[in-house]
């Protein structure tokens, strides 16, 4: 039977001051130690800490043409008055007037984001604070201003001597959401969005159920409170941030709850978009999204678009949407996918260049490398490397592996009956099972990692392959199907796909979650599917597949309580158990040998 108690945090049991202290001070360096992120976290202050950063010659990027002169300037007014800043980088050279980029950040536009790469070689750069950062004028709620805002500054640049009326729009996650919101209302004459989507409110609020918990805490602490005096301080951030770590400050507030007591815990006060965000999500009729969800509605052809994004990124299944979407108005749209999760763009600085490049020279100057040309989908198929393709996803037939008593996964036809199973699993949200690597925001804790850990817990069901003897690949969206009983009101099902190599270490691939509810608990069965988003990989021979079922990928996704209650005030639980009563997992194996690896460069 489920059973259902008032949640007890660590945070409020009784223990002594001294000890509380002990602990932090005993916990904060092991958590450093051990993570194998460390030295992305060092990029990261960097990269928001230090400012006036250089770009230096970059190995496999074109040589820069221009020494480059900068200055900061007063764009467009918006809102009621509201001037937006901005700094201006172009060639010192007279031959302007040039094709203008055009970044918006909330992040401080002294940042290092690939401007002086652009301004070296050829382009006037504007890299613009949104309204309400940092040296901009007016409040800054997310998302809303920048349908608004985004046109306007792009019409304001068409107007000014150094523009020669091409103007491009590049940005890096919610810089993409700028790039994607400048498409309708203005003349844009291209387009290369980077691990980022056209869609705000899936990448937080899923479909199938899914709640970005990490994503919402991290960037709100992030934007809200690390960043908030950096424009006077620039330091501040470093301060903040190894004083957060050192005290737990996020740990503690993604434990507690409810949920719209999280930016009190997380920043200190009550911020208005979060709460009105939470709010929302218990009424279906409420317009919080209304103008805050589509930043592109596609209603019109978009211009050359080169899309990057990684197979590791939370917002990768809305990018691959972004490119199918963009893909039906026009040919002029590209596609590469990298290995790599959100912060890993960091590692794959080149990368980023090379694309940025490629699609602004080719739409904006009209210049053609000879390989912008070729296939336009660019994939890096994990354990094999770079290789093109014509389309995404590429021509593909679909297998089925059922899952067996014995805990094994066997192909099998499609027309094959799936066998009876009576695996079971108690599923407590005091104890969630926790994400481990993936798709987080947590630079700490994402991409690829070793799943050992969670493979040891009881709450976590494990189906494996025989080791291959002839290699196959996997390109394209995974599913899941699977028939469950629950004692619970409200349940989440996690399916994850892993890759288990000779040697037995067995690494995530990809995941998905769907979240079900009945109000009839006398354990009649339900039959449900697992989108566990989209992946390209190589089985060798050897080698085998890694499946997972469980109900929680905890902090990532906020963890399901057992009720159904909103889950902005929910602060009870109920745990019970799961029992799955037959599966089979679908995958897309391409129909032919893939041409050999190329773009080793990258």
């Not at 890299?127 to 304001?156: I, K, N």
């Not at 470093?238 to 770590?245: A, D, L, P, S, Y």
């Amino acid at each position: 039977m489920a059973c259902e108690q008032k949640m007890n945090f660590p945070e409020q049991q009784s223990v002594p001051q001294d000890a509380t202290a002990l602990q932090r001070n005993a916990g904060w360096w092991r958590r450093f130690r051990n993570t194998h992120s460390y030295g992305l976290w060092l990029r990261v202050v960097r990269e928001f800490a230090t400012f006036n950063v250089r770009n230096k010659e970059v190995r496999g990027v074109r040589l820069a043409q221009y020494k480059v002169t900068s200055k900061s300037i007063n764009t467009c007014t918006v809102g009621s008055g509201d001037v937006l800043r901005a700094t201006l980088l172009m060639p010192e050279e007279p031959q302007g007037p040039w094709p203008c980029i055009l970044m918006r950040t909330p992040y401080g536009r002294k940042s290092n984001m690939g401007q002086r790469i652009l301004a070296e070689r050829g382009y006037a750069v504007i890299v613009q604070d949104t309204r309400g950062r940092f040296s901009s004028d007016g409040q800054f709620v997310p998302v809303q201003h920048e349908r608004q805002d985004g046109p306007t500054t792009v019409e304001w640049i068409r107007q000014q001597p150094w523009c020669n009326g091409k103007v491009g729009v590049v940005g890096i996650s919610y810089l993409g959401f700028t790039a994607w919101a400048c498409v309708d209302g203005a003349n844009v004459d291209a387009i290369v969005p980077v691990i980022t989507q056209s869609s705000v409110k899936s990448a937080v609020f899923h479909p199938k159920g899914a709640v970005s918990f990490e994503l919402i805490s991290l960037w709100f602490y992030l934007v809200a409170h690390l960043m908030t005096d950096m424009h006077h301080d620039p330091w501040s951030f470093v301060r903040k941030f190894w004083t957060g770590f050192r005290q737990g400050t996020v740990q503690q507030a993604m434990s507690h709850l409810p949920m719209n007591e999280l930016d009190r815990k997380l920043l200190g006060y009550k911020h208005d978009f979060l709460q009105a965000g939470l709010a929302a999500q218990a009424n279906p009729e409420d317009t919080f999204w209304d103008d805050k969800d589509k930043l592109c509605n596609f209603e019109k052809p978009v211009p050359p678009c080169h899309i990057l994004t990684g197979w590791y990124d939370f917002f990768l299944e809305g990018a691959l949407e972004d490119y199918a979407r963009a893909k039906k108005q026009q040919q002029s749209v590209w596609l590469t996918v990298g290995p790599f999760a959100h912060w890993g763009l960091l590692g794959s600085r080149r990368l980023y260049y090379e694309t940025m490049l490629s699609c602004f020279d080719q739409a904006l100057r009209c210049k053609h490398d000879g390989d912008e040309s070729e296939l336009p989908v660019r994939l890096y198929v994990l354990g094999s490397g770079w290789h093109r393709y014509a389309h995404y996803p590429p021509p593909s037939s679909t297998e089925h592996w059922i899952l067996k008593p014995d805990f094994s996964l066997h192909k099998c036809v499609a027309t094959e009956n799936l066998e009876p199973l009576k695996h079971k699993y108690f599923y407590d949200p005091a104890n969630p099972t926790p994400s481990c690597g993936g798709p987080s925001f947590n630079i700490l804790n994402q991409g690829a990692s070793s799943q050992a850990r969670i493979e040891a817990r009881s709450d976590v069901l494990v189906y494996s392959t025989q080791k291959q003897e002839v290699p196959f690949f996997v390109i394209g969206p995974v599913l899941l199907r699977l028939k469950v009983s629950f004692e619970l009101a409200s349940v989440d099902l996690v399916g994850r796909l892993c890759h288990v190599d000779a040697a037995g270490v067995s690494t995530n691939l990809c995941e998905g979650l769907t979240t079900i509810s009945s109000t009839n608990l006398d354990g009649t069965s339900i039959h449900l599917e697992v989108a566990m988003s989209s992946i390209a990989f190589l089985v060798r021979s050897g080698e085998c597949l890694r499946l997972h079922v469980c109900s929680a990928a905890h902090p990532r996704w906020c963890r399901n309580l057992g009720n159904c209650e909103p889950i902005g005030s929910a602060c009870t639980w109920s745990a019970g158990h799961v029992e799955v009563h037959s599966g089979e997992l679908l995958l897309p194996i391409a129909e032919r040998q893939l041409p050999a690896p190329i773009l080793s460069r990258l």
